[in-house]
T-cell receptor, first 112, second 114 residues
């Protein structure tokens, strides 16, 4: 069966520190992968998506970057965190535009 | 104006009540999703609809493409149904859609009291 793993579950980081959040998918090949952010009191916002290894599309300009070094691995990074990067980050996958989404359990990031 | 609007924002119900959450959108879509987010934050996909009606247990989702409107119904509500319910639409390709283009509503927070 297909599963998605996202870690860590919670993270408290000082301003200016680097960030690396990892997401891996099991049980499927060549998934579309997504990173979303949910800021306090706001809806989910797409940050990045990837349709294949090394292929990253960014939806919003920001302090973050994403990479897909392997087919089922999606990493969200920052070189220097800002206070405004605080939020709830969700990874998700889908097979294609016509399929449903499966979401990870999320990472709650607090930048202090 | 947001492209996806949900109502109500907050909903409190007594156990056993029939619940309706509404979603209206203003863009052409290829699919609409209903998601459930529990207090811990994890999100579960409930339905993906492109037409008509789907049912899963006590949950029913309907969509009217012409009216650009969808409803999520919960029959015989239970305290374990308490969660945030999120409507999301995938913009159709001829409306600027892409592989990643899901537009989310802000969610409806449901609290079911025993």
């Amino acid at each position: 069966s297909q599963t998605i793993h996202q870690w860590p579950a919670t993270l408290v980081q000082p301003v200016g520190s680097p960030l690396s959040l990892e997401c891996t998918v099991e049980g499927t090949s060549n998934p579309n992968l997504y990173w979303y952010r949910q800021a306090a009191g706001r809806g989910l916002q797409l940050l990045f998506y990837s349709v294949g290894i090394g292929q990253i599309s960014s939806e919003v300009p920001q302090n973050l970057s994403a990479s897909r070094p392997q087919d089922r691995q999606f990493i969200l990074s920052s070189k220097k965190l800002l206070l405004s990067d605080s939020g709830f980050y969700l990874c998700a996958w889908s097979l294609s535009a016509n399929y449903g989404y499966t979401f990870g359990s999320g990472t709650r990031l607090t930048v202090v | 104006k947001n492209e996806v609007e949900q109502s109500p924002q907050n909903l409190t119900a007594q156990e056993g009540e029939f619940i309706t959450i509404n979603c209206s959108y203003s863009v052409g879509i290829s699919a609409l999703h209903w998601l459930q987010q529990h207090p811990g934050g994890g999100i579960v996909s409930l339905f993906m609809l492109s037409s008509g009606k789907k049912k899963h247990g006590r949950l029913i989702a309907t969509i009217n493409i012409q009216e650009k409107h969808s409803s999520l119904h919960i029959t015989a509500s239970h305290p374990r149904d308490s969660a945030v319910y999120i409507c999301a639409v995938r913009r159709a390709m001829n409306y600027g859609g892409s592989q990643g283009n899901l537009i989310f509503g802000k969610g409806t927070k449901l609290s079911v009291k025993p």
